[in-house]
């Protein structure tokens, strides 16, 4: 997403109590360039948990699984594999 603008002004156009994303392009912060990496590790793997899901083609990125079982130790508890999934 690197031109975050439209999302961005659908995002703000919420009413206030409903909004629970942040979008910001990660041009513009180091903290979440640091955390799309996380993300995408998170993503692989519970793709690969949960394929009914996930559908499309290719399969699940094994070098990304393994980046985030090896995070496993950091996972808040009661998360599905480090996500928590909003309503």
């Known amino acids: 997403m690197h031109n975050a603008g439209p999302y961005r002004r659908v995002h703000r156009a919420l009413p206030r109590e409903s909004r629970s994303i942040i979008i910001q392009d990660s041009r513009l912060s180091q903290l979440i360039q640091a955390a799309d990496p996380l993300a995408y590790a ?21 070098a990304a699984i393994i980046a985030s079982v090896k995070t496993h130790e950091r996972w808040p508890a009661g998360s599905d594999v480090g996500i928590y999934w909003l309503g």
């Open 42 to 62: 998170a993503y692989q793997k519970h793709r690969q948990n949960h394929p009914e899901i996930w559908r499309g083609p290719g399969d699940p990125r094994e």
